[in-house]
């Protein structure tokens, strides 16, 4: 594809004990008085205009960003995850470029989930709050590789802090604050860049902040294509699979059941949300998406799809690709890639 393969890079997220210092709901009651100018700028040309033909979502035509994951999607204190990308690209290309950074606070969809607050006014607002020399606020850009790894040693403590008083705090419209809980709603943010284009993505990494609640990322561990009655032919990520053109193929996942976690509060219990995204290179799929949902949608409809795959009139490719990619609406999220040749 075209992608350079790095070792990950690593970055922690502040340094130093905040456990035992002062009050540091301080840090939000300094950020909540910055005075953040946040300036959009819109290109004109690069605006689509609407017309009657276009291409539907699941169809990918050159270069795109499908997903983006973390490994475990949740993290407590001090542990780390390893984040990934699922990029298409054109393999003639210049090589695909990563820049991976992480920011407290955005400023939500309007304003393009930029930063709405500097690292110099972070590690202001820090050491107004706790000290200088307590924390050190380590870059917000912290990897240009195509996998990086991410540790949460900030202090709890302090993200608490941040939540309370950005809750209460008089906080311009066009700043999107964070819904917290259990957990700090951190912001992951992908620019990926081949050739003259650039696309940005976005990620939301829940913090935990109080109680052991985990996630895990749903995973599915391979793809049928039949016909009929026919038995299932295995897809496999080598592409040796070897399909029909201007068949449509019934298409099913493996994905066990327990991919939908079950999910407890005080006095229920409820299985988690699944929505599979089927993408493909050539042909259509019946559906973009299938999903589950408990008592409404059952999972059998989760894992199953067709694909009519082109004719030779319509597209002569010798190979076709399909990506699947889960996620569970707690921000677990995997995909599975696989590749067949196409015969008459």
């Given amino acids: 594809m075209g992608v350079r393969l790095n070792t990950p890079s690593h970055s922690r997220i502040g340094s130093g004990s905040t456990d035992d210092v002062l009050d540091p709901r301080g840090i939000g009651r300094t950020l909540a008085t910055l005075n ?9 040309g690069s605006l689509t205009a609407c017309n009657d033909e276009f291409t539907p979502y699941n169809e990918v035509e050159g270069f795109r960003l499908l997903a983006m994951a973390a ?21 003639t290309e210049a090589d695909v470029r990563y820049r991976w950074s992480w920011c407290p606070l955005t400023t939500g969809q309007v304003g393009g989930y930029t930063c709405a607050v500097s690292h110099d006014e ?5 050491d107004d709050a706790i000290g200088v020399g307590v924390v050190d606020v380590p870059p917000f850009e912290f990897a240009t590789t195509a996998t990086a790894s991410f540790t949460y040693s900030l202090s709890p403590l302090v993200l608490r802090g941040v939540c309370a008083y950005l809750a209460e705090g008089d906080i311009p419209d066009f700043v999107s604050v964070p819904e917290c809980g259990e957990h700090y ?9 081949s050739g003259n284009q650039t696309i940005v993505g976005i990620k939301s990494l829940p913090l ?35 399909l029909r053109r201007g068949v449509e193929y019934d298409l099913e996942l493996d994905i066990d059941e327990g991919a939908a976690e079950t999910l407890t509060s005080t006095s229920t219990q409820e299985r988690e949300r699944l929505v599979v995204t089927w993408f493909v290179s050539a042909g259509e799929t019946d559906r973009t998406r299938t999903s589950f949902l408990e008592g409404q949608i059952p999972f059998e409809q989760t894992k ?9 009139v319509n597209d002569d490719a010798e190979t076709a690709r399909i990506w699947i990619v889960i996620r569970d609406g707690r921000q ?4 599975l890639t ?7």
């Avoid at 199953?304 to 030779?312: F, G, S, V």
């Avoid at 677990?332 to 995909?335: A, E, K, L, V």
């Fill in 71 to 91: 490994d475990p999607p949740w993290l407590g204190a001090n542990e780390s995850a390893k984040l990934s990308a699922l990029v298409v690209a054109d393999p």
């Fill in 122 to 126: 972070l590690q202001a607002a820090v």
């Fill in 208 to 242: 935990i902040l109080e109680g052991d609640a985990r996630n895990k990322n749903p995973e599915a561990r391979g793809l049928t294509a039949s016909v009929a009655t026919s038995t299932g032919t295995p897809l496999t990520e080598d592409g040796s699979a070897v």
């Fill in 304 to 312: 199953k799809n067709k694909w009519k795959l082109p004719t030779a």
């Fill in 332 to 335: 677990g999220t995997s995909w």
């Fill in 338 to 344: 696989r590749s067949v040749k196409l015969k008459d």
């Fill in 185 to 193: 709603p951190l912001t992951i943010r992908l620019e990926v860049t």
């Fill in 36 to 44: 953040v100018l946040v300036v959009l700028s819109m290109t004109i």
